[in-house]
Structures are given as structure tokens and as C-alpha cells.
């Protein structure tokens, strides 16, 4: 077999210009997910060139699940103290709690200076600081590839979050349901057949968890519902009442592959669309677990490369 050899590609062959050609690169949503994917969050309500007083900030948007205000400053160079300062202006006009620097190369002394934010700034405020390179193989397209460099000295807080909604610390059934996902995320990726679907995020004490397709518009969702006795794959679309109305014309072809007993469902005021498969089970039943992660995972995957090509 012939292998290709990976080479690194010249970010200003791929985009010319920081603002006109990076930043509205990274702000398409098929774009900001990878991003997003990397740091373990959710993304939306994107804003490029948003005001901040006399200035703008390259971008400016929302974490889906805490909705804490977050901006992106990107400089397709190394680090500099001018970018470190608009940084901490940008955060300061918008009151972002997740603050993201993405750039081509960084200093020691700026990476230190990320980490010393991380470790002095209240648990609410989260500093990145993230490197892009671009690759290919071959002739192939260069791809994108981000690189966490600086981030909160515990990212876990992303959990203590989610834990401090429920109003105190997680119940049982919350630590069961983070100990389910995070027992699925390792059957996964410890397991001998070769999937495509992938577990990036870090499992929360929450009866969901979220996977990407590769767009914002839309994810994979898998559920733990201990009230009706069954775990659940869906197809989650976000307020894009077309794409819904282009796959529910499949909906025969679609049901022959994922099976009849799928569900198309339109939530209120057309906020959003679900397509859910559910199996009835104990999802308490710990010794079952692993048929439950296959039969996920294999549905999972199954969703993915049915709807991809909606989007």
C-alpha cells in the first residue's frame, strides 16, 4: 500500500487577508463547528466584525448550553501585545466569559500570560489560546487543524457549570447518566471495529449528549430517559424549517433505512425539528450497557450518513 506523506501548507496561501478571508472563513458554521469541536463547546449566534466601540471584534457569539458571551480574536501571524490588548478590550465591551485567541504561532511569555489569566480570573471566565495550522496529504485540499495551546487550568468547569444549573450538586440519577456517557465515549474508542462517529465533548452530568456532523445547522443526540425506560438517537435540527421540509420528502426512502418506528417530529413555532429512533430498555441496568452503547453508536453513525448530505 502507498502512503502519502502530511505537509504543512502556508496559512496566506489558503486566506490572503486576516478580516476578509480568515474571519469569514471561521465564522460559516460548517467552519466553527471544527473549532467549537476542539474546545469542547457549543457555538452559535455567530457575529463577525461585531462593534466594540470604536473598535471590532472579529467574532462575537453565544456557548448554546451556558450562554455565556464569547469572542474570537484571530491573527494569522505570531502573537504580539497589540492583539493581547484588543483581546482584553473586546472582552471587556461584550463581557465575554469565554475569551479565544486563535493565531499562527505564539510566545512563551503570551502563552504564560493566557495561563495566568486562567489561573487569577473567577471560574466563570475561560481563556484560550489555539494555534490553526493547515495540512494536506498529496494533492489533496489543505485541512484546517486547531491546537489547543493555553486553556482553563481545569476545563472541567464546563461540568461544575452544568452541575450548578441543577441547582447545587448533581443528583444520583446526573452522576449516573455523566458515568453512562463517559463509559460509552471509552466502549468507543477502545473498541476493535472501526467507527466514524467520534466522541470529542466531555461527558456532563445531563441525560444527553451531543455529537457533530461536521455543520452547526444540526447534530447527533443521544438520550438517557430513565422517566419512560428507553435511550433514544436523534437527528436535532436548529430552526432551518427547509432542511426539514427537503428530508421529510425522503421520509419513506430514510424509514427503509433507519427503520419504521422513526419519528419526525416538529417542535412548537418551528423552533426546531427532531428525527428520533428509540429503543425501550433499563437504562438503569449497568450489566446491559454495552449493548446499549453498540446499538447508539450504531444508529449514531447510520443518522450521520443518512442526513449528511442534507446539509
Not at 474571519?23 to 455567530?46: G, H
Not at 464569547?70 to 475569551?99: C, F, M, P, V
Not at 474508542?189 to 466514524?196: A, G, K, P, T, V
Request: aromatic share 12%; glycine share 4%; charged share 30%.
Amino acid at each position: 500500500m502507498d502512503l502519502g506523506q502530511i505537509e504543512k501548507v502556508d496559512l496566506r496561501k489558503a486566506w490572503k487577508h486576516e478580516a476578509l478571508n480568515f474571519t469569514k472563513w471561521l465564522a460559516k458554521e460548517e467552519n466553527i463547528v471544527i473549532l467549537a469541536d476542539e474546545l469542547d463547546i457549543e457555538i452559535e449566534n455567530v457575529k463577525p466584525e461585531e462593534s466594540a466601540g470604536r473598535y471590532s471584534v472579529d467574532i462575537l457569539a453565544d456557548d448554546l448550553n451556558t450562554r455565556r458571551k464569547i469572542i474570537i480574536e484571530n491573527q494569522l501571524e505570531a502573537t504580539d501585545h497589540k492583539h493581547l490588548g484588543q483581546l482584553l478590550t473586546y472582552a471587556s465591551a461584550h463581557d465575554a466569559s469565554i475569551i479565544i485567541w486563535v493565531v499562527k504561532d505564539y510566545t512563551e511569555e503570551h502563552k504564560q500570560a493566557i495561563d495566568w489569566f486562567n489561573k487569577h480570573m473567577p471560574e466563570e471566565i475561560s481563556f484560550f489560546l489555539v494555534q490553526i495550522e493547515l495540512w494536506k496529504i498529496g494533492n489533496s485540499l489543505p485541512a484546517p487543524k486547531f491546537n489547543i495551546i493555553s486553556q482553563p487550568n481545569n476545563w472541567a468547569k464546563t461540568i461544575k457549570k452544568a452541575a450548578s444549573q441543577e441547582k447545587g450538586n448533581p443528583s444520583e440519577l446526573k452522576l449516573l447518566q455523566q458515568r453512562f456517557w463517559g463509559e460509552m465515549k471509552d466502549y468507543l474508542n477502545n473498541s476493535e471495529n472501526s467507527y466514524n462517529i467520534s466522541f470529542g465533548r466531555t461527558p456532563r452530568p445531563q441525560h444527553w449528549y451531543d455529537v457533530s456532523i461536521g455543520t452547526a445547522k444540526a447534530n447527533i443526540s443521544f438520550s438517557f430517559n430513565s422517566k419512560q425506560s428507553l435511550i433514544s438517537c436523534e437527528l436535532y435540527i436548529k430552526n432551518d424549517a427547509q432542511i426539514f421540509d427537503r428530508i421529510i420528502k425522503d421520509e419513506a426512502k430514510i424509514k427503509s433505512v433507519l427503520g419504521d418506528d422513526l419519528q419526525f417530529l416538529e417542535l412548537p413555532d418551528k423552533a426546531a425539528f427532531r428525527i428520533i429512533r428509540s429503543l425501550a430498555c433499563d437504562p438503569f441496568d449497568e450489566n446491559k450497557w454495552p449493548q446499549y452503547f453498540e446499538w447508539l453508536i450504531t444508529n449514531g453513525e447510520k443518522f450521520q450518513k443518512t442526513f449528511k448530505k442534507y446539509f
